[in-house]
């Protein structure tokens, strides 16, 4: 993703939480571009621009998107389950069903977007099959985040002391290596 004047740096390992979120404006960022390119080149072949673009989207969510998962479901999750709230172990337990979707979801969308490239067009069955699919990875998406960052983040913030979140921020440093 291209650096933007005036954005926020990226987190570091120093902060865990940080680092999610900071994925979270990545993965915002990538599902709006495979959902803007299917919508703005229906009818005809995808452009070596538009295709370049959907590549790098693919990338991010082939590479980054289960690590991300990871870090989630193998470092934060498991030690706010310990805190023992039922309300947040059941926002964890729907959170790792929606990573399930997503990545389903995903496989869809490069299955359809390879057809694309290769066939120079989709049929209009697979033009609407994409833009459902595309349109559902960013409502999923969309309301998966709001869900983190609104009440699993924060609770995390509170409940886990300082030395467990520089654990957490090592195994991320691990996955990353």
Same mark, same amino acid.
């Given at each position: 993703?291209?650096?933007?004047?005036?954005?926020?740096?990226?987190?570091?390992?120093?902060?865990?939480?940080?680092?999610?979120?900071?994925?979270?404006?990545?993965?915002?960022?990538?599902?709006?571009?495979?959902?803007?390119?299917?919508?703005?080149?229906?009818?005809?072949?995808?452009?070596?621009?538009?295709?370049?673009?959907?590549?790098?989207?693919?990338?991010?969510?082939?590479?980054?998107?289960?690590? @991300?998962?990871?870090? #989630? *479901?193998?470092? &934060? =999750? /498991? $030690?706010?389950?310990?805190?023992?709230? %039922? +309300?947040?172990? !059941?926002?964890?337990?729907?959170?790792?069903?929606?990573?399930?979707?997503?990545?389903?979801?995903?496989?869809?969308?490069?299955?359809?977007?390879?057809?694309?490239?290769?066939?120079?067009?989709?049929?209009?069955?697979?033009?609407?099959?994409?833009?459902?699919?595309?349109?559902?990875?960013?409502?999923?998406?969309?309301? @998966?985040?709001?869900? #983190? *960052?609104?009440? &699993? =983040? /924060? $609770?995390?913030?509170?409940?886990?002391? %300082? +030395?467990?979140? !520089?654990?957490?921020?090592?195994?991320?440093?691990?996955?990353?290596?």
């Amino acid at each position: 993703m291209p650096v933007q004047i005036g954005a926020r740096p990226d987190s570091g390992f120093e902060d865990p939480i940080g680092m999610l979120q900071d994925c979270h404006r990545r993965i915002k960022f990538f599902v709006h571009v495979l959902g803007e390119v299917a919508r703005r080149a229906q009818g005809r072949a995808l452009t070596r621009e538009e295709w370049t673009t959907v590549e790098g989207a693919v990338r991010y969510f082939r590479e980054s998107g289960p690590r @991300h998962n990871e870090d #989630e *479901e193998k470092s &934060v =999750f /498991p $030690r706010l389950r310990a805190l023992g709230s %039922a +309300a947040l172990q !059941a926002e964890m337990e729907r959170l790792e069903c929606e990573h399930g979707e997503a990545g389903a979801l995903h496989e869809e969308s490069v299955r359809l977007y390879a057809k694309w490239r290769a066939d120079h067009g989709l049929a209009p069955d697979e033009e609407a099959r994409l833009l459902a699919v595309t349109h559902r990875l960013q409502a999923l998406y969309e309301e @998966h985040i709001q869900i #983190e *960052e609104e009440r &699993v =983040f /924060p $609770r995390a913030a509170q409940g886990l002391d %300082a +030395a467990t979140l !520089a654990a957490i921020g090592a195994e991320f440093r691990k996955r990353r290596e």
